[in-house]
């Protein structure tokens, strides 16, 4: 059984910094890569970030140089940490792993961020 639990998410003012965590449990992350992706209101699912086994990451273009992606191997965590927040990055953010690198085998709950102009 693959859980994923996120954390981190709340409330910033723009130009602020968050640094969301999760958790996964289960043989997956030891073989898996591992993302995030978000949902903002009324739009679609989107990749934020991914990270291979190996550390071969992906980006989406609007958070390039501002979003980190990180991994835990021995902890089974993955990390993004984002810096210079805008408004238009408040979304559910939801942790998620795969055998691809754009993962999407299995989903945590989400968290939520939101960012104040």
């Known amino acids: 059984q693959v859980q994923l639990v996120e954390s981190g998410g709340g409330l910033v003012q723009a130009g602020g910094s968050l640094r969301l965590s999760c958790a996964a449990s289960?043989?997956?992350?030891?073989?898996?890569?591992m993302g995030w992706y978000r949902q903002a209101p009324g739009k679609r699912r989107e990749l934020v970030a991914t990270?291979?086994?190996?550390?071969?990451?992906v980006y989406a273009d609007s958070v390039k140089g501002r979003f980190t992606i990180s991994r835990d191997n021995a902890k089974n965590m993955v990390y993004l940490q984002m810096n210079s927040l805008k408004p238009e990055d408040t979304a559910v953010y939801y942790c998620?792993?795969?055998?691809?690198?754009?993962?999407?085998?299995?989903w945590g709950q989400g968290t939520q961020v939101t960012v104040s102009s």
């Open positions: 289960g043989s997956v992350f030891s073989t898996n890569a």
């Open positions: 990270i291979s086994r190996g550390g071969r990451t």
């Open positions: 998620t792993t795969g055998i691809t690198i754009t993962c999407g085998d299995y």
